[in-house]
């Protein structure tokens, strides 16, 4: 599924032919708010509740030679013995949102298989850069006290995304003052008496304080859904996955385009979306 096989689009039509859906459980936030850490405790919860994990980690691609260290899976190697668990670190390949394109394929696959949770955890992400919220039933951002989280949150559409607020590392100084600013901003944001509001948490991973919290309130989150919240979740998810084909098959495009055609718009003798639609012409054809 990874690698773009010729088998991988007959594969992916069968995995997902009458598969129940499994909760999807995006895990983002920024570089160093302890996400691994914290899938790692989650696993652990699941576990004690006889419950078959799956994770899929994406790891920074290298914009120069294209290779990823896939370290994540090294923060939960206590799991490695477990039969219950299987973790896959995939590279971005120079995706911007957070994930890869070919995550959604990996993670139809691993639907396939019966795992009970499957969790998908994104790369240290930004302001802008949102693409789990396309993907997972459940996102949850990780913010941290003392880190200018909150102040970021209150500028960036990232966290309208989450369905749920965890304060990691709680027992920082700051957290509680970082969980109040977090309810004023969801106070000051547009709402109604519709309006469900993600819930705020507090956790400390590396103790497990809080996790089997966390992991209740995903439950919770799936409850308020319901069915048909769920199909509207995955019926955003295919629309992701189409985009992010067109995306790759445009970058395919302008990887054709010739060093003259692209000096001619530098230069100002044809504009960017003239080159644009005749490249596009040229792949039509």
């Known amino acids: 599924m990874e690698s773009d096989a010729e088998s991988a689009s007959e594969l992916l039509r069968r995995v997902r032919s009458g598969v129940t859906p499994v909760p999807v459980i995006g895990v983002t936030g920024s570089p160093g708010s302890g996400k691994s850490t914290l899938v790692d405790a989650l696993i652990a919860v699941a576990r004690t509740r006889g419950l ?33 668990v299987f973790v896959r670190s995939v590279a971005s390949r120079g995706a911007l949102g957070g994930l890869s394109r070919r995550t959604m394929g990996v993670v139809s696959v691993l639907e396939a298989f019966g795992f009970d949770l499957i969790f998908l955890e994104t790369v240290g992400v930004g302001q ?72 705020i948490l ?45 995306q790759d098959r445009a970058r395919a495009v302008l990887h054709g385009a010739s060093a003259e055609s692209l000096r001619n718009v530098a230069e100002g003798r044809t504009t960017a979306a003239e080159l644009a639609e005749s490249l596009l012409n040229q792949a039509r054809r």
């Open 202 to 246: 507090k956790t400390v991973a590396a103790k497990g304080e809080g996790v089997e919290g966390l992991l209740d309130a995903v439950f919770r989150h799936r409850e308020k859904l319901g069915e048909a919240g769920v199909l509207k979740r995955r019926l955003e998810r295919a629309k992701f996955e189409v985009g992010a084909e067109i």
């Open 52 to 84: 078959k994990v799956a994770v899929v980690a994406v790891d920074p691609s290298s914009p120069f030679s294209g290779g990823a260290i896939l370290g994540d899976r090294i923060r939960m190697l206590r799991h490695h013995a477990d039969e219950g």
């Open 128 to 199: 802008s850069e949102v693409d789990i919220a396309s993907v997972a039933d459940h996102t949850a951002l990780v913010l941290t006290p003392g880190g200018g989280d909150g102040v970021q949150a209150f500028k960036a559409g990232i966290m309208e995304i989450a369905d749920l607020l965890v304060v990691n590392k709680a027992d920082l100084p700051g957290a509680d003052t970082l969980v109040r600013e977090l309810r004023a901003a969801q106070s000051l944001a547009p709402h109604d008496e519709h309006t469900i509001f993600a819930e």
